[in-house]
């Protein structure tokens, strides 16, 4: 087991994930809701956003066992009704956080294209693959539409009234089925994020220039 990988999916697995949820709590003070504001969340306090199973236990159990990685935080606090543009309002928060961490995976990305770390030895590259990996990871994961995950609030902005009640009567339940999804349908997730990951880092290279 290498445990200076593992040390390093920790460290940026708690990162990531407090600018994931500071994304979120800065869109939301943007558009008019102090909430996380008034709740201490606009932080860079790592210990105002980790969740101990989802911020650290999940990410290194996926990273010992080699799976793809992906984790989350504990919510921001938000209140819809002090936010301008109502459920597009909220669409655009939710969306800050994924944004976030693609932003992070392509910076990592950069880093290790443009030094050469991804392509030789040394402990570098190591760094930059999770810290892109990772990110990637959590922003697939994140985008997935079922509540209380962060695309749900998008489908929940342009789906009609008879979904909204639906999304809103399961949100209570919804990290419960999306645990369940991950038991039941473990392939099939983890194909959704290899094939996720392929995507982004074509569309990476793309960006670069690189074909």
């Not at 105002?48 to 999940?58: A, E, R």
């Not at 996926?62 to 992906?70: E, K, R, Y």
């Not at 301008?84 to 928060?93: D, I, N, Y």
């Not at 929940?156 to 999804?181: H, K, N, T, W």
Request: charged letters at 10%; hydrophobic letters at 55%.
């Amino acid at each position: 087991m290498d445990f200076g990988y593992i040390a390093a999916v920790l460290v940026l697995s708690i990162v990531s994930i407090m600018l994931h949820e500071l994304a979120h709590g800065i869109t939301a003070y943007w558009l008019g809701d102090q909430t996380a504001k008034l709740s201490g969340r606009l932080s860079l306090n790592p210990l105002k956003h980790i969740d101990p199973f989802m911020s650290v236990i999940l990410p290194v159990l996926l990273a010992v066992i080699g799976a793809p990685i992906f984790g989350g935080a504990k919510p921001v606090p938000i209140n819809t009704r002090n936010l301008k543009g109502g459920v597009w309002g909220f669409a655009l928060v939710a969306v800050a956080g994924p944004l976030m961490n693609l932003i992070l995976a392509f910076i990592f990305f950069l880093i290790g294209h443009f030094s050469g770390a991804f392509y030789g030895p040394g402990f570098g590259g190591v760094i930059c693959m999770a810290g892109m990996l990772l990110n990637m990871g959590f922003c697939l994961f994140n985008i997935i539409p079922i509540p209380p995950l962060d695309g749900s609030r998008v489908l929940y902005a342009l789906a009609p009234d008879g979904v909204r009640e639906f999304m809103s009567r399961i949100e209570g339940y919804g990290i419960f089925i999306i645990y369940g999804l991950i038991l039941i349908g473990g392939t099939a997730f983890t194909s959704y994020f290899l094939n996720g990951r392929i995507a982004i880092l074509n569309a990476f290279y793309w960006i670069i220039g690189v074909r």
